[in-house]
């Protein structure tokens, strides 16, 4: 019994990071397209992306790297889910189990604080 929960914690961490890592890729992809500089990086609050813009960037274009991931991954994510309950009824889980699977998708998908701080900041 205390294996399967380490196990299923254990792949709920894996999934939380490889989110997060996807999260501030699409970032990265998006960033390296009108930057002048990008730097993929890790801290201790996790990974991260910085981007350095020319005066001459459009704003646009740092509005849509801001959030990148939610333009990215929601359709996505998405079409998944209604693929999947096309072919499978819903799934009877408790509390516990629907947050393993939606905190995953959450971070993958949902725009951060500083990706909106810096979106609505894009002008300055």
Do not use: K
Not at 71 to 93: F, H, I, K, M
Not at 98 to 113: D, E, F, K, Q, Y
């Amino acid at each position: 019994m205390l294996h399967d929960t380490v196990l299923v914690f254990g792949v709920y961490l894996v999934a939380c990071g490889v989110a997060w890592v996807l999260h501030e890729s699409a970032h990265y992809v998006i960033h390296s397209l009108y930057a002048e500089s990008v730097s993929f990086g890790v801290n201790r609050r996790g990974p991260y992306v910085d981007a350095v813009y020319g005066s001459n960037a459009p704003t646009l274009a740092i509005r849509v790297g801001s959030v990148a991931p939610t333009l990215l991954y929601t359709p996505l994510v998405a079409l998944g889910t209604a693929g999947y309950l096309s072919a499978y009824p819903l799934p009877q889980l408790d509390p516990v189990g629907w947050s393993l699977i939606a905190v995953p998708l959450v971070i993958l998908t949902i725009p951060t604080g500083t990706d909106i701080q810096a979106c609505l900041e894009a002008t300055q």
